[in-house]
């Protein structure tokens, strides 16, 4: 196994050493804050928070008090009680721009994920004859590459041509940092948009978002991430990176519900361009005048004017949920310090326990994984997906990721260092015919 262990000396393989790892962990008690799943009796081995994250004891209070304020105010809950509808998503603004290092004036809570998407590159992707490509990944999520495909061909150009797929050497499984900057210095002046995830989903690995934004600059491209697999996984400085947009959804590292409302990022510098080309609605309206109802539209100066539709209130509460959560626990960069140690202890046992029948494909250097690990059963005739359904038997849920990656990631806020051990002991028993 070609795995960089170095680092990893200061571990043990042992229960005993896993239960005092979780004594001595600060954030210890954040586990209580969630709900967990049960299985025959007892917490579930939940590592799939990556897919979707567990439920905030805070949810239910939230969205109980929204509830509330509906039957107790009817309409006039717009403007009434702690929270009011109206601005209800300004009080999510502060949370996301921690999260993702913005100012408050750059990040939203507003539609989904790959609506924001498409919103976003009727701005970013403005095609000539000349520059017209986009870059993406050769291995995108599905939903990222139709976005892509459908908006090239809205402008008349061929997807064969106009889309750059990035993929790994070969025999390799995770993109070099260096063979993107150099695809993108060498097709500079053909590329209008470069959109990449900041946490690839299928092997966890983290690109290299300063490097690509700085080099993409350079070459008057600009440069959007998708950081559905980011956001509130690892720390980012998207104001500093100068990055031109970002969107992510909120169901996965953020807790917030399945299908919950999604985040958007657009960097200051574009939120005065009135030339830019974007997609309107009534909450993108000036707040002043918006009930004035004039039809004419005056933007607000900030990520804001993008917003479409006045927002679901129920999915932000969760939201405000998640987010107030993650600021018990101190924030991302506590988060981050304790999930390197907790998928740096699973990658050890891992490794100690299991040697050569399985592999890990998510890069080991730090700053190039967040908290999941993507792994390969090499074993002895049993194929992966009868592994999987093996340790879901014994009460771990992870996921399974056609071709053949199974992918757990212990999540700081609510696993434990026990989790991770008695997974492993798990994922052995089930390795053999
Ligand atoms: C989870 C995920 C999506 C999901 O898109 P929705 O619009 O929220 O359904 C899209 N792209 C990536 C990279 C994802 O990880």
């Given at each position: 196994m070609n795995q960089n262990n170095t680092n990893l000396s200061h571990y043990e393989n042992s229960l005993a050493f896993a239960q005092q790892l979780d004594q001595a962990d600060?954030?210890?008690?954040?586990?209580?804050q969630f709900h967990i799943p049960q299985h025959k009796g007892q917490d579930e081995i939940y590592l799939c928070g990556n897919s979707l994250g567990l439920q905030p004891k805070l949810t239910a209070e939230y969205l109980n008090y929204e509830l509330s304020q509906w039957q107790k105010l009817g309409v006039k809950g717009h403007f009434s009680?702690?929270?009011?509808?109206?601005?209800?998503?300004e009080f999510l603004t502060q949370g996301f721009a921690d999260l993702v290092g913005a100012?408050?004036?750059?990040v939203v809570a507003m539609n989904s994920l790959t609506t924001n998407l498409h919103l976003m590159m009727v701005s970013f992707?403005?095609?000539t004859a000349k520059r017209y490509k986009i870059v993406i990944e050769d291995h995108a999520f599905p939903s990222d590459h139709y976005a892509v495909e459908s908006q090239v061909r809205f402008h008349g150009f061929d997807p064969k041509d106009a889309m750059i797929l990035i993929k790994p050497r070969d025999g390799e499984e995770t993109l070099r940092t260096e063979d993107i900057l150099t695809l993108i210095a060498e097709h500079g002046d053909e590329i209008a948009l470069i959109m990449l995830p900041g946490?690839?989903?299928?092997?966890?690995q983290v690109l290299d978002m300063p490097a690509i934004t700085k080099v993409g600059h350079e070459h008057g491209c600009k440069v959007g991430f998708d950081l559905a697999h980011a956001t509130g996984n690892v720390a980012m400085q998207l104001h500093d990176w100068q990055v031109d947009f970002a969107c992510w959804c909120?169901?996965?590292?953020?807790?917030?519900?399945?299908g919950s409302v999604a985040g958007c990022f657009v960097h200051e510098?574009?939120?005065?361009?009135?030339?830019l080309p974007r997609f309107a609605g009534?909450?993108?309206?000036n707040k002043n005048t918006r009930?004035?109802?004039?039809?004419?539209f005056d933007p607000i100066?900030?990520?804001?004017?993008w917003q479409l539709s006045n927002p679901p209130i129920l999915s932000l509460a969760a939201i405000r949920a998640s987010l107030d959560t993650i600021k018990q626990a101190g924030g991302i960069e506590k988060l981050q310090e304790k999930s390197r140690k907790l998928t740096g202890f699973l990658r050890y046992l891992l490794i100690a326990e299991l040697g050569d029948d399985i592999h890990i494909i998510?890069?080991?250097?730090?700053?190039?994984?967040?908290c999941q690990l993507s792994l390969t059963v090499n074993t002895h005739g049993i194929d992966g997906k009868t592994v999987f359904e093996r340790i879901e038997q014994a009460g771990v849920t992870g996921d399974w990721r056609y071709p053949n990656v199974i992918r757990v990631a212990p999540v700081p806020?609510?696993?434990?260092f026990e989790d991770c051990y008695r997974f492993v002991q798990i994922l052995k028993n089930s390795l053999t015919a």
């Amino acid at each position: 196994m070609n795995q960089n262990n170095t680092n990893l000396s200061h571990y043990e393989n042992s229960l005993a050493f896993a239960q005092q790892l979780d004594q001595a962990d600060p954030l210890k008690t954040m586990r209580e804050q969630f709900h967990i799943p049960q299985h025959k009796g007892q917490d579930e081995i939940y590592l799939c928070g990556n897919s979707l994250g567990l439920q905030p004891k805070l949810t239910a209070e939230y969205l109980n008090y929204e509830l509330s304020q509906w039957q107790k105010l009817g309409v006039k809950g717009h403007f009434s009680g702690d929270f009011p509808w109206m601005p209800y998503h300004e009080f999510l603004t502060q949370g996301f721009a921690d999260l993702v290092g913005a100012k408050l004036s750059e990040v939203v809570a507003m539609n989904s994920l790959t609506t924001n998407l498409h919103l976003m590159m009727v701005s970013f992707y403005q095609p000539t004859a000349k520059r017209y490509k986009i870059v993406i990944e050769d291995h995108a999520f599905p939903s990222d590459h139709y976005a892509v495909e459908s908006q090239v061909r809205f402008h008349g150009f061929d997807p064969k041509d106009a889309m750059i797929l990035i993929k790994p050497r070969d025999g390799e499984e995770t993109l070099r940092t260096e063979d993107i900057l150099t695809l993108i210095a060498e097709h500079g002046d053909e590329i209008a948009l470069i959109m990449l995830p900041g946490v690839q989903y299928y092997t966890g690995q983290v690109l290299d978002m300063p490097a690509i934004t700085k080099v993409g600059h350079e070459h008057g491209c600009k440069v959007g991430f998708d950081l559905a697999h980011a956001t509130g996984n690892v720390a980012m400085q998207l104001h500093d990176w100068q990055v031109d947009f970002a969107c992510w959804c909120t169901y996965k590292y953020l807790n917030s519900g399945a299908g919950s409302v999604a985040g958007c990022f657009v960097h200051e510098r574009h939120h005065a361009n009135k030339a830019l080309p974007r997609f309107a609605g009534w909450w993108g309206h000036n707040k002043n005048t918006r009930f004035k109802m004039d039809n004419q539209f005056d933007p607000i100066e900030s990520v804001e004017a993008w917003q479409l539709s006045n927002p679901p209130i129920l999915s932000l509460a969760a939201i405000r949920a998640s987010l107030d959560t993650i600021k018990q626990a101190g924030g991302i960069e506590k988060l981050q310090e304790k999930s390197r140690k907790l998928t740096g202890f699973l990658r050890y046992l891992l490794i100690a326990e299991l040697g050569d029948d399985i592999h890990i494909i998510t890069p080991a250097e730090p700053g190039a994984h967040g908290c999941q690990l993507s792994l390969t059963v090499n074993t002895h005739g049993i194929d992966g997906k009868t592994v999987f359904e093996r340790i879901e038997q014994a009460g771990v849920t992870g996921d399974w990721r056609y071709p053949n990656v199974i992918r757990v990631a212990p999540v700081p806020l609510y696993n434990s260092f026990e989790d991770c051990y008695r997974f492993v002991q798990i994922l052995k028993n089930s390795l053999t015919a």
